[in-house]
């Protein structure tokens, strides 16, 4: 019943190049497929945000952010960087911000 672990143990299988995380509008209820418009939250705060990594669990941990939470919050996100398959620090990866 708990998804944490699986999820955290299909990290150790399926490797990835580059993960991306898109976070342009985010969807704060009714998701991940329904919702309306006003379920989107348009803060530019966390809105029209897209981040590109290596590192899987950095960007989880940094998408948890836009949430109101750490990545140790989150069991898949702990899980996976306790088994060392990513930083869940994000900072320690060199985030950087572009303005486009």
């Known amino acids: 019943k708990d998804i944490h672990p699986k999820i955290a143990d299909l990290n150790k299988v399926v490797k990835v190049d580059l993960t991306i995380l898109d976070a342009f509008r985010t969807l704060r209820r009714h ?56 930083e869940i620090d994000f900072k320690l990866r060199g985030f950087e911000e572009v303005t486009v």
């Open 31 to 86: 998701g991940p497929t329904g919702g309306r418009l006003e379920d989107v939250d348009n803060n530019v705060e966390n809105a029209r945000r897209l981040v590109f990594c290596v590192d899987p669990v950095a960007v989880d941990s940094y998408g948890a952010t836009l949430f109101g939470y750490q990545g140790r919050d989150i069991g898949y996100i702990r899980e996976s960087y306790e088994a060392g398959l990513g």
